[in-house]
């Protein structure tokens, strides 16, 4: 793959810092983009090329595809959007603005990545467009309400583009990882402290039984969690393969609950989601 250029967001941990160094070593030259500049200063240490792009700053998106369009000569054959946030609390409890701006950057920012690369693969005949969705954009959980809500909507527009796109020499993909170790749960901390009030809610002892203990206690592996190697592997298949398949289920979890949706009623789901949380 010498020579093949990509663009990854969401690089300081987790599904994007695994991808950029798994891509590195098949021989990918790798943007490797990050939020906050420090996290870029790092992987630039690492010997990464590492703009700065913050999905909830159109200017820093522009930037950013600019400095990898100087680099690389006007082309870039793959882009892989990843960087994303959670806001955990439940939904009665979620003040409009928290949906904002996690649309801002879940979705809003990723479709404005993603319209500015278009043109760039039209002109040289060629692209991959890899979105980083998630089991939640197949199913809900509780507790859940603004990620999941961010991810069916990217299901959606993915799947649209996807259909549009097949008269072009564009691929468009959906990867779909199910409990994967990253810093997502940590990193939603802030955010949940910044849009939650949950002392005030009617769900206050809920929060206190589940959901606080979740997220303020030691990190633990979930059950049936994978490395993110296991998404890099699903990754490379769909960025490398002559035919890639439309979506990639990554984990057990997320197999089995894209064959429950199908074959469940929604009564049912429900119960079953319910009663795992």
């Not at 159109?58 to 892989?80: F, K, Q």
């Not at 072009?168 to 199910?178: F, S, Y």
């Not at 890099?232 to 393969?241: G, P, R």
């Amino acid at each position: 793959m010498t020579g093949k250029t990509i663009l990854i967001t969401g690089c300081s941990s987790g599904i994007g810092h695994d991808a950029a160094h798994g891509l590195r070593e098949r021989g990918w030259r790798v943007f490797a983009s990050c939020r906050q500049e420090k996290d870029c200063a790092r992987l630039r240490e690492e010997g990464f090329e590492s703009p700065q792009l913050d999905y909830t700053d159109e200017a820093s998106i522009h930037r950013a595809l600019g400095e990898v369009l100087e680099a690389t000569g006007g082309t870039l054959d793959a882009l892989y959007n990843n960087g994303a946030f959670g806001i955990p609390g439940a939904t009665e409890d979620l003040p409009t603005g928290a949906l904002r701006e996690i649309f801002e950057g879940n979705l809003f920012g990723w479709h404005e990545l993603t319209r500015a690369v278009i043109p760039v693969m039209r002109r040289q005949g060629h692209g991959r467009i890899v979105n980083c969705s998630s089991v939640l954009g197949l199913v809900p959980m509780p507790w859940r309400g603004a990620y999941v809500a961010t991810k069916y909507a990217l299901e959606g527009l993915t799947d649209v583009l996807r259909i549009e796109m097949r008269d072009t020499p564009i691929e468009i993909i959906l990867i779909e990882p199910g409990p994967i170790t990253s810093r997502i749960r940590a990193n939603s901390v802030p955010y949940f402290e910044k849009w939650i009030d949950w002392r005030a809610s009617p769900r206050a002892a809920q929060y206190e039984a589940s959901l606080l203990k979740r997220l303020y206690a030691a990190p633990s592996k979930d059950r049936f969690e994978l490395p993110a190697s296991a998404v890099t592997a699903k990754l490379v298949h769909a960025l490398e393969h002559p035919t890639p398949r439309p979506r990639y289920y990554v984990t057990f979890p997320t197999h089995l609950m894209g064959r429950l949706r199908r074959l469940l009623p929604t009564g049912a789901l429900d119960a079953l989601i319910d009663r795992a949380r």
